[in-house]
Structure formats: structure tokens, C-alpha cells
């Protein structure tokens, strides 16, 4: 089974995290194969990598597995370098990496999630509420989430009038005046994205073309152009989590085992045996391996996969996770 550029993604359509690294493997025409994954747990393709992370997606590079789209998205600019889509100036990258921070970590996504159509079919499927209950810790009430709306409403109007008066405001097509779109486009547009694909998740009298025509434009331009892209690439191979630990047996680790910073806050050395989670949701599910890189921003660890026990690397931003010893650690 052939894995192009032996990047696989692990994903399913509606998540629209994933959909950020989908569509910038697209925009950048990046060959690569999908292993597409239900909603909800269990994952059994995930469970071949021995990974208890369940966040999706999950990008795969040889035998580099990582993790959160705030580390993919980098990751995958500096390991394929030609072609990149990133920011070119300072001010650029300042705005970029902001514009991550806000549409990520910062309210614009969790509000938009408060706005999920009760009516959708997910919603009303009460495997999917309590699957999600355990994934951020907070009960799934239909009745709870009904109220929150309004509020979700007033935040995701005021996110809708910094892009309409700010970053767009003077008409341009694309937010660094590019060609084509950019990562920036792609950190600026996909909680938008997201909302005006959901039937009935905006409400017109509030959130509509007639109070935001320019963000309502560039959100349809953008889908215009990535389905351009879209349908001049094959599409993306679909393999199993079989298929995927197959593959990397024989391939490469795309980064050397890095250094483990003297400095660090931790005192973590390298060779420790650390435990890796994610501090926002899905925080339960963490990893244990042996620590083999530990930068400002990047931690890696080594671990096996079920079958076979082959060596895989496991990176993980330091943004949103935490990282203690395996043994005596708390957490
Ligand atoms: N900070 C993470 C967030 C990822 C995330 O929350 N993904 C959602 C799907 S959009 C998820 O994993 N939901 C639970 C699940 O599918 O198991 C990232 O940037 O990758």
C-alpha cells in the first residue's frame, strides 16, 4: 500500500479542525492517503498506533505521529518546504500566528460549537452527547445547549465584525494580499467556514451577508478556490490503521531525536519516562513514552506500536498540553 510523501491523515469530514489540515494539503496539491475515522470512540485504526491521544485529526509523517493542528500546520510547512503557504514577513507571522491563537484557543471555536444545530443528526443521536460528555468533561443537555445560544450568538457576531472591519475591510481577496489563499486564510476562516456550512447555526437577523457582505464573500470565495484546487488533484488514497503500521515499518523518521532543553521549566532530562495530555478537552486520554525532544514549543516521545513494537515518534505542541514524569508526576 502506497502512502504518497508518506503523510497520512487521520480524520472524518466534519471535524472541522481536521478540516484545516485537509484543506492546506490541498491547497498545497501535497499527495498524501486518509484513514478516515468515525465520530465518536472507538477508533480501532488509531488503536493500531498505540496512541491514546483521540483527538482528531492526527497527522502521521513516516514514523512521526502528530498531534493538534497548532503543531501539524508548522510541521508540515518546515518539512516540505517547497511550496510553503506560510507568512513571509514578521508582521505576517505576528498576525498568523494570532489569528491561530484566536480562532483555536481563544473563544471563536467554542462558541461556534455552541452553535451546532440542535437538530443535526449528531445531536440527536445520544451516543455522540455522551461521547462528548467525556471528551470535555461537561454534561450534553439539549435543553442547557439551547440556552447557551444566544450568548454563542453575541460572541460569534463580534468575531464576524474583526474580520468585516479589520482584516478585510479594505476588499482584498485574501488576508496577505496573496494570489491565492494562504495559511493565514486557512487560520482566519475555518470557524466561519464551519458556521455557514451548518444550515441554521447563524441566525439571519444577526449574523447574515446584509451585516457582514465582505466576510460572507471571502468565506464563499475561499470555498470557490479550494474546490478549484480540489478537483485539479487525485484524490487523497484511503488506507486502514493496518495498512498504516505496514507502511512505516519501512520508513523513515522525518526528524532526529532532537535536544532536551537544559532550561526547561520541567527539569525533565532526556530518556525520561513522561506522560503527554492535552490540557482543554480530551485531557484523559494521555501518553507515555520515553522523552526525546523537549524545545519552547515541542515536546516528543518514543513509543511502541501494539502490534509488532515498532519505535514511533510522538510530538505534541507545549501550547494547551502538559508534560510531567510518568512516575511520581502530578497532574
Ligand atoms: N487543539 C486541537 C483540537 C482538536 C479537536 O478538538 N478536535 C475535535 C474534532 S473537531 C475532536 O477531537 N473531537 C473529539 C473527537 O473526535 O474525538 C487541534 O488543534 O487539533
Known amino acids: 500500500m502506497s502512502i504518497p510523501n508518506d503523510i497520512c491523515l487521520f480524520w472524518y469530514t466534519t471535524s472541522p479542525y481536521a478540516r484545516k489540515i485537509s484543506w492546506y494539503l490541498t491547497l498545497r496539491g501535497l499527495a498524501h492517503a486518509q484513514c478516515m475515522q468515525p465520530n465518536v470512540l472507538p477508533r480501532p485504526d488509531m488503536e493500531q498506533l498505540n496512541i491514546a491521544y483521540r483527538r482528531i485529526p492526527l497527522l502521521a509523517v513516516g514514523k512521526d505521529v502528530y498531534l493538534d493542528t497548532r503543531l501539524i500546520l508548522p510541521k508540515l510547512e518546515a518539512l516540505f518546504p517547497d511550496g510553503a503557504i506560510g507568512p513571509k514577513s514578521v508582521e505576517e507571522q505576528a498576525i498568523q500566528r494570532l489569528l491561530e491563537k484566536w480562532t483555536s484557543d481563544a473563544g471563536v471555536f467554542t462558541r461556534s460549537a455552541q452553535l451546532i444545530p440542535l437538530a443535526a443528526p449528531a445531536m440527536k443521536d445520544p451516543n455522540f452527547r455522551k461521547d462528548r460528555e467525556d471528551f470535555t468533561g461537561r454534561p450534553w443537555d439539549l435543553n442547557v445547549m439551547a440556552r447557551a445560544r444566544p450568548e454563542a450568538t453575541v460572541h460569534i457576531r463580534d468575531a464576524f465584525e474583526i474580520l468585516e472591519t479589520t482584516l478585510l475591510a479594505d476588499g482584498r481577496e485574501w488576508i496577505f494580499n496573496t494570489e491565492k489563499p494562504s495559511l493565514g486564510d486557512i487560520d482566519a476562516v475555518w470557524p466561519f467556514h464551519w458556521l455557514v456550512g451548518m444550515p441554521t447555526a447563524l441566525d439571519p437577523n444577526y449574523i447574515s451577508p446584509t451585516q457582514f457582505p465582505k466576510t460572507f464573500a471571502y468565506i464563499d470565495r475561499f470555498g470557490k478556490a479550494l474546490k478549484a484546487a480540489r478537483e485539479s488533484l487525485p484524490k ?31 527539569g525533565l ?30 515536546v516528543v516521545l518514543a513509543k511502541q506500536t501494539r502490534a509488532g513494537g515498532m519505535e514511533l515518534h ?9 508534560v510531567f514524569r510518568a512516575t511520581g508526576g502530578k497532574i
Open 236 to 266: 487523497p488514497v484511503s488506507v486502514t490503521g493496518a495498512q498504516v503500521v505496514e507502511h512505516m515499518a519501512n520508513a523513515r523518521f522525518y526528524e532526529p531525536a532532537g535536544n532536551v532543553d537544559a532550561n526547561d521549566p520541567t
Open 314 to 322: 510522538v510530538h505534541a505542541p507545549r501550547w494547551g498540553f502538559r
Open 269 to 298: 532530562k532526556s530518556g525520561d519516562e513522561v506522560t503527554i495530555g492535552p490540557l482543554d478537552s480530551g485531557a484523559k486520554h494521555r501518553d507515555t513514552g520515553r522523552l526525546v525532544t523537549l524545545t519552547p514549543n515541542e
